[in-house]
């Protein structure tokens, strides 16, 4: 089970960070990925993360303002968000990656339940 917070009504500029809390022991052992949905669009890529942290990827929407991170040891993934704009405005999914391109949302098995955010002008 995958459950996000942190999301909120953030001016633009601002900063957010979401959370992804996962439980099961086999948690970590995933890579894990963040991705966004807007009203009338399809959900995408935001961001990916080895099972070790070791790797990390980014959509370039959000490259050098978005941070994916994680901590096995608390079974919980992050998402600090900077700078942030208007059209960053969706809700936040984290989501265990299965197998496959890692910016396919099918190559996903678990999502959460997500968490809005919304950035004002």
């Known amino acids: 089970q995958l459950v996000e917070s942190g999301g909120g009504l953030v001016q633009a500029g601002g900063s957010l960070r979401l959370s992804c809390a996962a439980s099961g022991r086999t948690s970590s052992r995933y890579g894990m990925g963040w991705f966004r949905q807007a009203p009338g669009k399809e959900r995408e890529f935001v961001a990916f993360i080895t099972w070790n942290g070791a790797r990390t990827y980014y959509a370039d929407s959000v490259k050098d303002r978005f941070t994916i991170s994680r901590d096995n040891t608390k079974n919980t993934l992050y998402l600090q968000m900077n700078t942030l704009k208007p059209e960053d405005t969706a809700i936040y999914y984290c989501?265990?990656?299965?197998?496959?391109?890692?910016?396919?949302?099918?190559?996903?098995?678990?999502w959460g339940q997500g968490t809005q955010v919304t950035v004002s002008s």
């Open positions: 989501a265990a990656h299965l197998t496959g391109t890692y910016y396919a949302t099918s190559a996903y098995a678990y």
